[in-house]
T-cell receptor
Framework: QKEVEQNSGPLSVPEGAIASLNCTYS??????FFWYRQYSGKSPELIMS????GDKEDGRFTAQLNKASQYVSLLIRDSQPSDSATYLC??????????FGAGTRLFVKA | DVKVTQSSRYLVKRTGEKVFLECVQD?????MFWYRQDPGLGLRLIYF???????EKGDIPEGYSVSREKKERFSLILESASTNQTSMYLC??????????????FGAGSRLTVL
């Protein structure tokens, strides 16, 4: 069974701190990786995608991919209360199929 | 603004009823998906479709069927609803797959309760 694993949290960080979210995946053939943010009662929305080993930065967000370790992470710098949400890690396992982790709940305290 | 629209936000049905969940996208996307989301389990893929009249089973297709008669519309059907199908159902769509990329745009979700 192909899986994406995340710590469910909650992860609590103070405003202005760096939030670090992690996930691992089981299928070595996975090529594309995504972080979706889901506010309570809302649907997921894409915030980052990453396809190559290394870091990818977009504003306050940095995604990191290590295919050898089968590890994906998301760093949120200068965390804001509005970042409080559930973050879903996802991997595309080939073709059209994307598998999601159960999500990590993040709380940013003002 | 691109959109995936799910026809019903909340539904309450009785065990054994036939349930239709409708999804329409206006992005001319080839691919459409139905996921269900349950606490602690994340999103699980039920069915997907990569073209009109084409469908593929996802990870949990049992008890569900789908229909895609038009490119923009993808329907999820519960032939005989059961209480274990109480869940949030999310429709999503994506464009052409390039180098494994598959960015999903989700609808607002349909929360189904089966009594």
């Amino acid at each position: 069974q192909k899986e994406v694993e995340q710590n469910s949290g909650p992860l609590s960080v103070p405003e202005g701190a760096i939030a670090s979210l992690n996930c691992t995946y089981s299928d070595r053939g996975s090529q594309s990786f995504f972080w979706y943010r889901q506010y309570s009662g809302k649907s997921p929305e894409l915030i980052m995608s990453i396809y190559s080993n290394g870091d990818k930065e977009d504003g306050r967000f940095t995604a990191q991919l290590n295919k050898a370790s089968q590890y994906v992470s998301l760093l949120i710098r200068d965390s804001q209360p509005s970042d409080s949400a559930t973050y879903l890690c996802a991997a595309n396992t080939g073709g059209f199929k994307t598998i999601f982790g159960a999500g990590t709940r993040l709380f940013v305290k003002a | 603004d691109v959109k995936v629209t799910q026809s019903s936000r909340y539904l309450v049905k009785r065990t054994g009823e036939k349930v239709f969940l409708e999804c329409v996208q206006d992005m001319d996307h080839e691919n459409m998906f139905w996921y269900r989301q349950d606490p602690g389990l994340g999103l699980r893929l039920i069915y997907f479709s990569y073209d009109v009249k084409m469908k593929e089973k996802g990870d949990i297709p049992e008890g569900y069927s789908v229909s895609r008669e038009k490119k923009e519309r993808f329907s999820l059907i519960l032939e005989s609803a059961s209480t274990n199908q109480t869940s949030m159902y999310l429709c999503a769509s994506s464009g052409t797959v390039l180098s494994g990329a598959n960015v999903l745009t989700f609808g607002a979700g349909s929360r189904l309760t089966v009594l």
